[in-house]
């Protein structure tokens, strides 16, 4: 990975706070051991949106894989399958979206940034529907962000690198100006309701990260939330994902299913996000990092490293299934001593 794509997949919002504390949340986190429990049908699968899944790791939304990986989203698709992992299929992935879902088992979600051009947006998520997705995720908390990282490398994207499915969206506004200017066109809550209405699937918002934020979008139709701070990448000097998961998670009160990004480096943080609420997790960077490393074989191999790191944590902490996976796990002075 040289270093102009190092700096854009690596790289967060601002002075990178919220990139560092994302981790630094999950290494807070202490596991108490549960001893002698019985492992008999032990299983890490789940039920989610009607769909069986094998284990709760699922591959983010990530952009351009073809700037680490000649065959893309496709060598992606391929290492997730392998590991029957669910994918989330950017809306500014590098190949056509329905290459990406002929390749990928289980059907994959398709994220979706709300455009300037409501039609168009409105005619991208009915092209995933029609292409077999399984989910629509749209992304809501990114309509401008600041990525010094970025700027001092120069970052752009090499030749033949594009978001090709959003080929015919139009010109998105330009200048330097904020407000006036790259704001025109921003997605509102009457959007979330608008997509409601024009979609069969399941409707996801990523980019949730307060209580009232999660009321207001089951109110809009939302039928499962992603609580995100986009890896650290929007808003500088925001807590960590996992460290507002509890209180999204009491909002909700298990109306609908809440899944979790930022962070996740070891099967053990993905039991963390369990005990707090999650159902699942999606993990961005570990998997472009495999791309880059070793195409779908490293993709593969992330993934595996993560579902086994999870069953180990489960045997160690006495939970036989996902749904025995409790906050009591998590020490707390006076509850594991």
Not at 136 to 155: C, H, M
Not at 178 to 203: C, E, H, K, N, Y
Request: with cysteine.
């Amino acid at each position: 990975m040289g270093e102009n794509a190092w700096a854009y997949v690596s790289g967060g919002a601002a002075d990178e706070l919220t990139l560092a504390e994302n981790r630094a949340a999950f290494i807070r986190l202490k596991l108490n051991q549960g001893v002698l429990a019985d492992m008999e049908g032990a299983s890490t699968g789940l039920e989610l949106f009607g769909q069986q899944l094998a284990h709760p790791v699922l591959v983010a939304p990530t952009a351009f894989h073809r700037l680490l990986h000649p065959e893309g989203e496709i060598a992606t698709a391929t290492g997730a399958s392998a590991m029957q992992a669910g994918m989330v299929v950017s809306a500014q992935a590098s190949l056509p979206l329905e290459a990406i879902a002929a390749r990928a088992t289980p059907r994959p979600w398709f994220q979706l940034y709300i455009q300037p051009d409501r039609d168009f947006t409105w005619s991208l998520a009915r092209r995933a529907e029609e292409a077999g997705y399984a989910a629509i995720v749209v992304t809501v908390d990114a309509p401008v962000s600041l990525r010094n990282r970025e700027q001092r490398a120069g970052f752009r994207l090499p030749p033949g690198v594009e978001a090709v499915n959003l080929r015919g969206a139009g010109a998105q506004p330009g200048g330097d100006a904020v407000f006036g200017g790259l704001l025109q066109g921003m997605a509102s809550w009457a959007d979330i309701g608008a997509l409601r209405q024009r979609t069969r699937l399941p409707l996801l918002l990523k980019g949730i990260t307060t209580p009232a934020d999660a009321r207001r979008a089951l109110e809009a139709g939302a039928d499962g939330l992603v609580v995100s701070n986009h890896g650290g990448r929007v808003l500088d000097g925001q807590p960590a994902s996992i460290e507002v998961l509890p209180a999204v998670a009491q909002a909700v009160a298990g109306r609908v299913p809440l899944l979790l990004d930022g962070g996740i480096r070891r099967g053990t943080d993905v039991l963390k996000a369990l005990a707090l609420g999650a159902r699942a997790v999606m993990v961005g960077r570990p998997v472009l990092y495999g791309l880059a490393l070793a195409g779908a074989t490293g993709v593969a191999h992330v993934l595996k490293l993560l579902r086994t790191e999870l069953e180990v944590a489960m045997a160690q902490t006495g939970c036989p299934r996902l749904d025995s996976i409790t906050p009591d796990i998590l020490w707390q002075p006076g509850n594991g001593q």
